[in-house]
């Protein structure tokens, strides 16, 4: 295993646990398509690995878990139809990759915008103290399409539309996260992983066959929503975007903006 390589996998055969490691820090764990790519075949190679049987997921580094898409990958054209739409992150997580080994995700510093995707999929998170969740899109002149329709199956109505509305003008403590039920526990601020890789262990203690038909069946109870709120975001992201040129020009200007934290 590399260190230099943008995903560490590191595997524990007497526990069962594989942690996985966004491991980009100099660009806060943001996902460029060799990333994404990785992240696919990690999934994928996890379904004929019996010696895996539960995931623990996190980012390296204190600043950031992950801050979604890396906007300067200029390996990421989109298609000019509005019926379609190149989102190299929609087959990041693992349920897009017919992965039901449970997944547990430890969450230090930033989580934001595409990051999303990968919060949405798994089964629970823990963070620590100083974690924050926000959603920039709106912000940037950009639809909240995708992430708001995964939120919105792991918070209230009220809390997700505050998140995605308020872009980067706020974001939400690990503490609030905890309280409307994004985080399923809140640890010392460097504990996230330990707390996370503790609880994969209990889980992968568990018969393997009745953990992956119960994370089935969770999914399953919300899947048809989700599928829904899939189908109508690419027509949305079409016709609510801005220009690229403009949204680069609004990103920009970022490092000046200010945020309050909830």
């Given at each position: 295993m590399s260190p230099h390589?943008?995903?560490?996998?590191?595997?524990d055969?007497?526990?069962?646990?594989?942690?996985?490691?966004?491991?980009?820090?100099?660009?806060?764990?943001?996902?460029?398509r060799g990333l994404a790519g990785q992240l696919e075949e990690t999934w994928r190679s996890f379904r004929y690995d019996d010696s895996v049987r539960a995931i623990a997921l996190t980012g390296t580094g204190t600043r950031a878990f992950c801050t979604g898409?890396?906007?300067?990958?200029?390996?990421?054209?989109?298609?000019?139809?509005p019926y379609s739409q190149d989102d190299p992150l929609l087959t990041i997580g693992p349920k897009a990759n017919d992965l039901w080994k449970p997944v547990v995700v430890?969450?230090?510093?930033?989580?934001?915008?595409?990051?999303?995707?990968?919060?949405?999929?798994?089964?629970?998170?823990?963070?620590?103290?100083?974690?924050?969740?926000?959603?920039?899109?709106?912000?940037?002149?950009?639809?909240?399409?995708?992430?708001?329709?995964?939120?919105?199956?792991?918070?209230?109505?009220?809390?997700?539309?505050?998140?995605?509305?308020?872009?980067?003008?706020?974001?939400?403590?690990?503490?609030?996260?905890?309280?409307?039920?994004?985080?399923?526990?809140?640890t010392e601020d460097g504990g996230a992983v330990a707390a996370a890789v503790e609880r994969a262990a209990v889980i992968a203690g568990c018969p393997s066959e009745a953990v992956q038909g119960t994370v089935r069946a969770l999914w399953a109870a919300h899947?048809?929503?989700?599928a829904h709120a899939f189908a109508l975001a690419p027509h949305l992201v079409a016709l609510g975007n801005l220009p690229g040129e403009r949204q680069a020009e609004l990103f920009a200007g970022?490092?000046?903006s200010t945020y309050r934290k909830r």
């Open positions: 390589a943008s995903l560490l996998v590191e595997r055969t007497a526990t069962g646990v594989a942690l996985v490691t966004l491991n980009r820090p100099s660009r806060l764990n943001a996902i460029d898409i890396d906007r300067d990958d200029t390996h990421a054209p989109q298609p000019g139809s430890a969450v230090e510093g930033m989580a934001c915008g595409g990051a999303f995707y990968l919060l949405g999929e798994a089964e629970f998170v823990v963070a620590g103290a100083s974690a924050t969740f926000f959603d920039p899109h709106t912000t940037y002149g950009m639809v909240s399409a995708y992430e708001s329709g995964l939120m919105a199956q792991r918070m209230p109505y009220g809390e997700v539309a505050r998140m995605v509305l308020m872009g980067a003008a706020e974001r939400m403590s690990a503490r609030r996260a905890y309280e409307v039920g994004l985080v399923s526990e809140v899947q048809a929503a989700r970022r490092e000046r």
